[in-house]
């Protein structure tokens, strides 16, 4: 999303005002920890989870002070190693979050020297993370991340990479719907860019009225709020749980 994610879309785009419900998926980490990958479908949401959320993984293993390519490698097994093991009944289902399952996994892969070695060598040749994008993962806030410990840049990236998964999805709603440079601009008025257009200008660029944008604009900010718990889910083991994610992710981006 870009430095303009510093803040979050004001924040107001993620606040808790909006308590619309939300139909609580049984596809993603709660499917995973139910089944204890023992079956194919929750393997199959394992491994899904694995590539959305393995940036804040690399750039925790950098932080620590890995070279490059053996982040990488430590990264790529790591993966490897948590697709085979069964060991996810440690979740306390109370506090079953694959953000906090995640960050305590790879803090005792890295501590253990003979899994640590098995990862680096499982880790080359690996193409289960799509790793191609480390660079443009380093350039995310390298001057502050220089300022923040493992953890801090941990939890920075988690939240950024929800946040993108979030836009993601909505750009591609948008694409779908042929009004992709719509969703460019009501982007730019959401995250408040430096270009961010007046409601007038786009109103002139699109023959609408100011009156058809501010409505558009509300509908996109609700979609995005709706899209955002919805990211989180997967990513949590109660409906209960999302509520306490979203003010996390919000305490983290303002931080």
């Known amino acids: 999303m870009g430095a303009a994610a510093d803040d979050v879309t004001s924040l107001g785009a993620v606040g808790p005002e909006s308590?619309?419900?939300?139909?609580?998926?049984?596809?993603?980490?709660?499917?995973?920890?139910?089944?204890?990958?023992?079956?194919?479908?929750?393997?199959?949401?394992?491994?899904?989870?694995?590539?959305?959320?393995?940036?804040?993984?690399?750039?925790?293993?950098?932080?620590q002070g890995a070279a490059t390519e053996d982040a990488e490698d430590l990264t790529q097994g790591f993966f490897a190693l948590l697709l085979e093991r069964k060991d996810l009944n440690t979740v306390r289902k109370e506090k079953g979050r694959l953000r906090s399952y995640l960050l305590a996994s790879v803090k005792n892969f890295l501590a253990d020297e003979a899994r640590h070695a098995m990862a680096v060598k499982r880790g080359k040749g690996q193409r289960l993370?799509?790793?191609?994008?480390?660079?443009?993962?380093?350039?995310?806030?390298?001057?502050?991340?220089?300022?923040?410990?493992a953890d801090q840049v941990y939890e920075r990236h988690w939240a950024f990479t929800v946040l993108e998964q979030v836009m993601a999805r909505l750009r591609e709603e948008y694409r779908s719907a042929g009004n992709l440079r719509f969703f460019?601009?009501?982007?730019?008025?959401?995250?408040?860019?430096?270009?961010?257009?007046?409601?007038?200008?786009?109103?002139?660029?699109?023959?609408?009225?100011?009156?058809?944008?501010?409505?558009?604009?509300?509908?996109?900010?609700?979609?995005?709020?709706?899209?955002?718990?919805?990211?989180?889910?997967?990513?949590?083991?109660?409906?209960?749980?999302?509520?306490?994610?979203?003010?996390?992710?919000?305490?983290?981006?303002?931080?």
């Open 184 to 255: 460019d601009q009501m982007k730019k008025m959401l995250l408040d860019e430096p270009d961010r257009p007046s409601q007038a200008q786009v109103a002139s660029e699109f023959d609408m009225t100011e009156n058809a944008v501010k409505q558009a604009f509300y509908r996109f900010r609700q979609r995005y709020q709706t899209l955002l718990r919805e990211e989180i889910s997967h990513t949590v083991a109660m409906p209960s749980d999302i509520e306490d994610e979203l003010r996390h992710l919000i305490a983290v981006v303002r931080a």
């Open 129 to 149: 993370i799509p790793l191609e994008e480390t660079r443009e993962c380093e350039r995310i806030d390298v001057e502050r991340s220089d300022r923040l410990t």
């Open 19 to 63: 308590h619309g419900a939300i139909a609580f998926t049984t596809t993603h980490w709660s499917v995973v920890l139910e089944a204890q990958s023992e079956s194919p479908a929750a393997q199959e949401a394992l491994e899904k989870l694995c590539r959305k959320y393995w940036r804040p993984i690399y750039s925790f293993v950098r932080r």
